[in-house]
DNA sequence: CCAACGCCATACAGTGGTGTATTGGAAGAT
DNA sequence: ATCTTCCAATACACCACTGTATGGCGTTGG
């Protein structure tokens, strides 16, 4: 789901027209999240907000209770996207191949799945116990469906958790870096780590379509979204 | 290299005896690291370490010029732990088993490498290009020593990169998502890792000898040093 | 023994953030 | 055409934190 819509639907607003001369509850969770994925949590002040939307706090207090009701917005957003794209794409229909690439495509595609947002939301629970439990239940959700993934096609038990847990591991961990290439780099590893995580050679047809697919994608979130973070 | 060690390093005071009555530059220190890692770097105020440590904020601006001269020496203590300790391990004498077992070590013992410390500088980075560089260079001095070492066994190249990737990136993926696990379900795992990575047998004297070191050293580490993040 | 140094307390000025109360004004509804 | 409703500006009280200036006091060395 396109990360807008939800942050309209967590506003309880419908989508209106653009070039609105006045603000929705909407423009200021949508001002924050950039926020809490630029500078982190500490860097979403009210304040600031205003100051980047052009209004006074006077606007803001009339939008939300307080900074708290902002923060619990913020994280609704984050629950119905992340881990929703990921499930998603790991139940897709079709074969292993299938959803491995379909898996891949999410990793790829910013809207799909916001690495910057998802550590930013871990950075956020550091301290906060309460937060951490959310954060915890969303990586089994996740869990959970990659290793259905896998037992789903013929791995044992423990061989589809541990196949699971290097394939979303990796990832994870290479987002965690902050890794900069380029695409086209990420797309020659493709193969190769299909092949690790599989012990199937990709055919060499559907890697030809799934790179044409990303490409036609990438069209579609501009040139530079690779996260400055 | 022990971490309290190199706090008084970097804080250029030789080690005195405890129960001091007055304070030292390295106990500020250490105070902020424990901050850091526990709250984020927003947390680190010299207020709430004064009061932390039962003193007044004069204490702090007689051993430190400002809050940037303490951050500066935060991440001087962070340069020289972590990347070191994983450098060494992967290029310890032996065999290839010997310094994969060595980095196993070296992910289960939080004095050898504190994953929460490394998370901690990652999202303080956050939005600093210049500690983003900093940072770029540790993990490619990581990833540098741990391409050498599955290069020095035997695999080719692309090879070795693929899996020097696959070795760190999961287990900092595993760090990222703060998995909380006993330490046997940890050990339960290794031979399995060890296989993966390497695609040869773990020698079982070589694993019970493993858990033994591990068990033994957990001694020293106390208890419950599982991080709470 | 007392003088200098090392470490800390106190007081002050300044900044940036929160939340509340009140007023102002433009768009839609009737 | 006026009357709500929605959104934003302004003003106020309050708190947390920074950094500086200065004074106090115990410890140590000459």
Redesign the pocket.
Known sequence: MKKRQLIERVSK?AEEDHA??????A??LEKALEMLIQNGID?????????L????????????????E?LEAMLDVWQQSNTASVIQAATAPGTLQDRILALFICWLDPELFDPRLDFAVRDWARGDAALQAVIAQSDQQRMDALIAMFAAHGFAERQAIIRARNFYYTQMGYYALNVREPLSVRLSYVATYFETYTDEKLDPQAEADFRQKVIARKELWGDERIPAR
Request: aromatic residues 14%; hydrophobic residues 40%.
């Open positions: 607003e609105q001369p006045r603000l929705t509850r423009d200021w860097a979403v002040r009210i304040t600031r907000l205003a100051d939307l052009g209004v006074t706090r006077g606007s803001f207090y009339w939008h939300f209770a307080d900074r708290n902002l």
